[in-house]
């Protein structure tokens, strides 16, 4: 099956602790995101990839790190300087900037993983 | 003012009562828009996909795009207690990213 994973399901972190959310996808999509979700505020972007090797900082990317050494994969970590962090983390998907304008791009996302500080 | 504005509720209903979920917008530029619904604890599922304006039906589901006005809608017949989630209005265009609106909770009561 296609899809998108995150792991692990639920995570908790100590004060000053750095964690690492993973998040794994099979649908061969260039592109790739972070989101948190926190009650009452939607989605909120984290950071972004279009390509393998390159990542951009979304809307609210301090206290957050990625990699994207791999087009199936791209972690976030959770550093010590995000100073609220607990959240619900969701990772997701698109084919990216490839085709034309009528090419559908939605994103698929992950099942989550919720971050909570202990 | 956000780009993407959506009533976060909640929605209560009876079942089997027809549903109207809409969100407005500003930006004129927007090419496609979304449908998610989101289970409590869970990853948003796309219902619905919509490239510029018009309506598009899945079963029960019906998504309308008004590009004069900047609304769109989805509507939901016959609902279920099943349907019971968080729906979450997407838009954009291509080469920029996605706007979410922040959700509307429904509730279908039994």
């Known amino acids: ?118 | 003012q956000k780009e993407v504005e959506q009533d976060p509720g909640p929605l209560s209903v009876p079942e089997g009562a027809i549903v109207s979920l809409n969100c407005t917008y500003s930006n004129s530029a927007f090419q496609y828009f979304m449908w998610y619904r989101q289970y409590s604890r869970k990853g948003p599922e796309l219902l619905m996909y919509t490239y510029s304006s018009g309506n598009k039906e899945d079963g029960r589901f019906t998504a309308q795009v008004d590009k004069s006005s900047k609304y769109i809608s989805l509507f939901i017949r016959d609902s279920q207690p099943s349907d019971s989630a968080t729906y979450l209005c997407a838009m954009g265009r291509r080469g920029f990213k996605t706007i979410f609106g922040a959700g509307t909770r429904l509730f279908v009561k039994a």
């Not at chain 1, 690492?20 to 950071?47: F, K, V």
């Not at chain 1, 390159?54 to 100073?83: C, H, N, W």
């Open chain 1, 1 to 118: 099956d296609g899809g998108i994973t995150q792991s692990p399901k639920y995570l908790f972190r100590k004060e000053g602790q750095n964690v690492t959310l993973s998040c794994e996808q099979n649908l061969n999509h260039d592109a790739m995101y972070w989101y948190r979700q926190d009650p009452g505020q939607g989605l909120r972007l984290i950071y972004y990839s279009q390509i393998v090797n390159d990542f951009q900082k979304g809307d609210i990317a301090e206290g957050y790190s990625v990699s994207r050494e791999k087009k199936e994969s791209f972690p976030l970590t959770v550093t010590s300087a995000q100073k609220n962090p607990t959240a619900f983390y969701l990772c997701a998907s698109s084919r990216g900037t490839s085709g034309d304008s009528t090419t559908r791009n939605e994103q698929f996302f992950g099942p989550g993983t919720r971050l909570t500080v202990l």
